[in-house]
Nanobody, 120 residues
Framework: QVQLVESGGGLVQAGGSLSLSCVAS????????MAWFRQAPGKQRELVAG????????YYADFVKGRFTISRDNAKNTLYLQMNSLTPEDTGVYYC?????????????WGQGTQVTVSS
């Protein structure tokens, strides 16, 4: 079992930055593919970025490329998401997820989410 707890969300003006963290417990994340998802009001949850286990490949949704950076610190069992040049369209609840597979369609473990609100 893996428990995930996100933090770092908040209210920021358009053009600003936020840094999200996801602390894992129960298992070391080095063996897990980790990802960030988000869900805006009235919309489906969507993948933002992922980091494949082993610290190898990272992948991003087109709408965040060049603005967001996913990283992980396996020693701290923590996943990060640095978000720059935020726009109101980035508003939503951001979730951390983990799975043992490299590119899972459905992630097994989820955090409770952290709210990000970008004002115009």
């Amino acid at each position: 079992q893996v428990q995930l707890v996100e933090s770092g969300g908040g209210l920021v003006q358009a053009g600003g930055s936020l840094s999200l963290s996801c602390v894992a417990s129960g298992r070391t994340i080095s063996s897990y593919t980790m990802a960030w998802f988000r869900q805006a009001p009235g919309k489906q949850r969507e993948l933002v970025a992922g980091s494949i286990w082993g610290g190898g490949s990272r992948y991003y949704a087109d709408f965040v490329k060049g603005r967001f950076t996913i990283s992980r610190d396996n020693a701290k069992n923590t996943l990060y998401l640095q978000m720059n040049s935020l726009t109101p369209e980035d508003t939503g609840v951001y979730y951390c997820a983990a799975d043992l597979r490299s590119r899972p369609k459905q992630y097994e473990y989820w955090g409770q989410g952290t709210q990000v609100t970008v004002s115009s």
